[in-house]
Antibody, heavy 116, light 107 residues
């Protein structure tokens, strides 16, 4: 069964770039016609979709974050990544990686705090 | 963007009650609608896919219905482990959007 695991720094300074990686295990990230997504959730609030990447590297982003987001995929490592630039305290959240189509899978989430 | 509006935002119910949560889309999304359950500190767990498909392993007391712009999630005979927050999510087009959530609390 495919599993997803987020990794990356739990603390990022304001104005810096948040970088997270999602490692897919139990199956190839390239198998099937799936998009791989990033979603975030501030404490006590709802879910916000950040964007997604296809196995070809094609991406779709949330317009509200598009100017600051880059999502990429590395099929050789079975990973996909998120970069969010110019972060502020408003970007503090639990970040999830997920596959939202086919057999839906979510990572357990990782808390990223933006603070100096 | 397609706006997803859930109601109510919260509700109090007793074990054994039947609970219905609604989700309205700002435009037609056919049946591209998923329902999730989320408990504190945990990732969302898929309950219903494509508006009415019961995810494997999910108890049959959960059911979903609807198409177009109006959807419902029903929990028959609420159990103690069902107290959680529920989200609808459309994947008709991007950006993927979620409802604001419905918190089901113990009465």
């Amino acid at each position: 069964q495919v599993q997803l695991q987020e990794s990356g720094p739990g603390l990022v300074e304001p104005s810096q770039t948040l970088s997270l990686t999602c490692t897919v295990s139990g199956g190839s990230i390239s198998s099937g016609s799936y998009y791989w997504s990033w979603i975030r959730q501030p404490a006590g609030k709802g879910l916000e979709w950040i964007g997604r990447v296809y196995i070809t590297g094609s991406t779709n982003y949330n317009p509200s974050l598009k100017s600051r987001v880059t999502i990429s995929i590395d099929t050789s490592k079975n990973q996909f990544s998120l970069k969010l630039s110019s972060v502020t305290a408003a970007d503090t959240a639990v970040y999830y990686c997920a596959r939202l189509s086919g057999a839906v899978r979510w990572g357990q989430g990782t808390l990223v705090t933006v603070s100096s | 963007d397609i706006q997803m509006t859930q109601s109510p935002s919260s509700l109090s119910a007793s074990v054994g009650d039947r609970v219905t949560i609604t989700c309205r889309a700002s435009q037609s999304i056919s049946s591209y609608l998923n329902w999730y359950q989320q408990k504190p500190g945990k990732a969302p767990n898929l309950l219903i896919y494509a508006a009415s498909g019961l995810q494997s392993g999910v108890p049959s007391r959960f059911s979903g219905s609807g198409s177009g712009t109006y959807f419902t999630l029903t929990i028959n005979s609420l159990q103690p482990e069902d107290f959680a927050t529920y989200y609808c999510q459309q994947n008709y087009n991007t950006p993927v959007t979620f409802g604001q959530g419905t918190k089901v609390e113990i009465k």
